[in-house]
């Protein structure tokens, strides 16, 4: 089954964290559902290019996953695609089957830009197949007493907006942005009580623009010799500036438009691992700090304050875009909620010195990240070479936010590990 093959099965927690994090309070190492507060949610959670298959049904247009993988597939792990993926497309009912039989709560998924609007427009036509797709999919849940939590946008940029204005590199993307999240509010708010403008909006940034292992696979030539173009110093912070913009737009839409009637709440999804001081050292405390702040508080500091950490000006300057007073005043307090996603910890060293002559998004934090500390892993591996179980982090990490950006309410929208 779909849900078996590709799901993350993890917690979608509903935290109030003045409530739930507790100083040092013994955890039993044997759990079930009473041993967590009412108010917790369990659910499963997808991405749309990662489960639905069906890239050429239903009127779906293409995206800019399709063509990377189509045109590089050397840069995918065993050469793979989504054309078929676990073709939730066709079996959701069967997957919706089994959260019922694994007495889920929950299911976050995500809205396939282009199988709604197939060239990302919505002048251009919008795709009844695909809201069909999507209100059935809503509908089954609801009847099966499944929460939708829905993500807009999970990575999957229309290839139409990258080939015509270059997706997240232009303004142009925040209009549209809008208002592909305007038509699903129009088309899904009734039923759909919990929004997420954005997955994790650093790493679209980084691995997309930085490192070039994502699409649109960009990146500059000695970070990767496969990127064909790219700016590792500027383009990471250009897409980031855009997508903050393009969720502050999504937000003040359904504030000012759908919200009171629909009742629902809209927030944004971000990831950070938790970064342990490689020493006790003040430069190492400072770089675990830096770290965080450079994936974190990239985002989570402008839709909380108003503007980056002071950090980030520190190293990055005029690299970085700023945000008019205008723009600033949109951002800040632009979510009802949180969504974190939490995987695993890392040890952060201070990097002294840093070539400037390579300047990119890796090196401005001056920090360089270590698996292990005296030849130990900070925790056992798992499949993926870069995850590391470290379930410290996830408490360390939440207390973080509360302490640090005025206690949010916060779900907990993908942990876990991976497995063989």
């Not at 507790?22 to 290019?49: E, I, K, M, W």
């Not at 939708?148 to 946008?153: E, G, N």
Request: hydrophobic fraction near 35%.
């Amino acid at each position: 089954m779909a849900i078996h093959e590709s799901l993350l099965l993890g917690l979608l927690v509903l935290l109030t964290l003045l409530d739930t994090i507790q100083s040092d309070h013994h955890v039993s190492t044997s759990l079930n559902r009473c041993s967590f507060p009412q108010g917790f949610v369990f659910g499963t959670a997808t991405a749309a290019y990662q489960v639905e298959g069906a890239v050429d049904e239903g009127g779906r247009g293409p995206s800019i996953w399709d063509d990377f993988t189509h045109k590089w597939p050397e840069r995918i792990a065993g050469k793979g695609n989504g054309d078929k993926a676990v073709d939730f497309y066709h079996r959701y009912k069967e997957d919706i089957k089994e959260m019922k039989e694994m007495n889920m709560d929950a299911f976050r998924f995500s809205i396939s830009w282009t199988r709604i609007l197939p060239y990302g427009k919505l002048h251009k036509g919008i795709n009844k197949e695909g809201v069909k797709f999507y209100n059935n999919l809503i509908n089954d849940l609801l009847a099966n007493d499944l929460e939708p939590f829905v993500t807009i946008f999970h990575w999957d940029l229309p290839q139409a907006l990258e080939e015509e204005y270059e997706g997240f590199r232009s303004h142009h993307i925040v209009a549209d942005f809008r208002n592909f999240a305007r038509l699903c509010f129009q088309l899904f708010g009734d039923r759909v009580k919990y929004w997420m403008t954005l997955n994790e909006p650093g790493t679209y940034s980084v691995n997309g623009y930085h490192v070039g292992n994502f699409a649109p696979g960009r990146c500059s030539k000695w970070v990767n010799a496969a990127c064909k173009d790219g700016n590792s110093s500027t383009e990471p912070y250009v897409v980031g500036y855009h997508l903050l913009l393009s969720h502050a737009a999504a937000v003040k839409e359904y504030r000012k438009y759908y919200q009171r009637h629909q009742k629902g709440k809209i927030g944004i999804v971000l990831s950070s691992i938790w970064a342990v001081p490689f020493s006790e050292s003040e430069a190492d405390r400072e770089a675990a700090k830096r770290k965080l702040d450079f994936t974190l508080g990239w985002f989570l500091n402008p839709i909380t304050y108003g503007d980056y950490p002071e950090n980030m000006w520190t190293y990055v300057k005029d690299r970085l875009p700023r945000f008019t007073r205008k723009q600033s005043q949109m951002l800040k307090g632009s979510y009802d909620f949180l969504g974190i996603n939490y995987y695993s910890g890392r040890y952060a060293a201070n990097k002294k010195i840093v070539d400037p002559w390579y300047l990119s998004y890796g090196n401005d934090s001056h920090v360089e990240m270590r698996d292990q500390r005296n030849g130990v892993p900070i925790g056992p591996p798992s499949a993926s070479d870069w995850l590391f179980v470290y379930p410290e982090g996830i408490r360390d990490l939440l207390k973080y936010i509360k302490d640090t950006y005025n206690r949010p309410t916060i779900y907990i929208s993908e942990n876990g590990k991976a497995n063989n």
